[in-house]
């Protein structure tokens, strides 16, 4: 197995719509067997703008924190008048994006979370996306941050 092979690689392109404060354009990222994993998803109100992961036979993907930046959030609340943000998670076997963390300013009182625990081993497709409760009107883009390691496979 090459190492282009056995690394994993994550796409988010956000569609184009009106008031959108994030870019267009496709962010990708790879990252091999050893690494760590972190990537900035852009947050919008559409689970259509999800992130998709794609993990090659041999290797795993280890999700294991979340956060958000304190002022981001901030300022994200007090222009857009959203309460917060859901890291939602779905894959090949079921596609339908379930939430795995949430940030709500009312409710919350860490702006991260720990011990995620999602593990995935390849080959697999799934996808990430960091949804907001209401759609963003105006003002400031808003990055959910995840963090994690790629390793060997069990299988």
């Known amino acids: 197995m090459t190492m282009s092979a ?6 988010q392109q956000i569609s184009p719509r009106p008031g959108n404060p994030h ?21 919008t109100a559409y ?39 859901s890291l939602k998670f779905s894959s090949e076997e079921n596609g339908m994006m379930m939430g795995i963390w949430t940030y709500d300013k009312e409710r919350s009182g860490d702006v991260w979370e720990t011990g995620l625990g999602v ?22 883009a808003l990055n959910v941050y995840v963090f994690g390691s790629v390793r060997k496979g069990d299988l």
């Open 47 to 85: 689970e259509s703008d999800a992130a998709t992961i794609r993990i090659p036979a041999g290797v795993k993907l280890h999700l294991h924190s979340v956060s958000v930046d304190l002022k981001e959030m901030a300022e994200f609340i007090k222009t857009s008048g959203a309460r917060g943000v």
């Open 119 to 140: 593990e995935v081993e390849g080959p697999r497709t799934i996808r990430l996306a960091a949804v907001t409760d209401r759609g963003i009107k105006h003002g400031s």
């Open 23 to 43: 870019a267009t354009d496709a962010r990708s990222l790879s990252y091999t067997q050893g690494s760590l994993f972190s990537f900035s998803l852009h947050a």
């Open 6 to 11: 056995a690394a994993i690689t994550i796409r």
